[in-house]
């Protein structure tokens, strides 16, 4: 626990957002479609089974997915969905097993990966002292998503997801304005920027508004991105050796795996160095 935190502030651990793809059902695997590119080396429909996932639910090339054209598949983080979908939403019994409830369990997986992503904002929120005149809201907002979490698979196959998106995200924008507020000088505001190839190594980016903003092989190396908002922001490729990026707002797993970086790259507590790097 953070200095900062209180005993009573949620951690990602507690609301089961940490990935446990061995208590899940592959659905990474199977729900979701991918087309043959730089990411993946195959084209695969939405419903079909990878041809490299086992009747374990094991990848057979786990070890080599980079090497063998899967780099995708080691970018993906489903925040904990996989397994809440498996174990909770269906019971502990897989598609294969009960192949009539395939079509259902593969809907339900993306709606849940869509709730887990906001509790995991919502999560760190509530772990930034500066955004407490927010902080009942939040915790209003985080039990509220919680629960719905736990609905049955059809009440989440028609849930407004983009309504209920919209709600938690004027609280994490509201959070976003409170905690950079704190940081001193003139933050820059990139929100949504076309920032793909930019030349920014060594920039001052501390506290900047990064939302939404396409980074997408920008050079950053050795950037300072304390505390800037990087909610949405796409990192693919984006060098990030050297770079500081600690207490970087809205910032996941996913997002550093699709980035590069290196030893040097100063990064969140709650995240963790890729091996790639």
Known sequence: MSPERTPSTPDVTELGLQSDCGSCFGLCCVALPFAASADFAIDKDAGRPCPNLQTDFR??????????????????????????????????????????????????????????????????????????????????????????????????????????????NALLLRTSELVRAGVPGRKKERRGADLMGARLKGANLRGANLRGAYLIAADLKGADLRTADLIGADLRAADLAGADLTGALFLTQSQLNAAKGDAATQLPQTLTRPAHW
Do not use: N
Request: hydrophobic share 40%.
């Open 59 to 168: 990848c057979s090339i786990h070890r080599d997915l980079r090497p063998r054209g899967f780099a995708g598949c080691t970018v993906f983080d489903c925040f904990g969905a996989g397994q809440k979908v498996s174990q909770v939403t269906f019971g502990g019994q897989d598609w294969r097993q009960a192949p009539g409830t395939a079509r259902q369990m593969f809907d339900v997986f993306p709606v849940m990966r869509q709730l887990h992503e906001l509790l995991w904002y919502l999560a760190e929120a509530l772990d930034r002292p500066a955004a407490r005149p927010v902080h009942a809201d939040l915790r209003a907002a985080l039990e509220k998503t919680e629960r719905l979490t736990r609905a049955g698979a059809g009440e989440l196959t028609e849930l407004d997801v983009p309504a209920h998106r919209g709600e938690v």
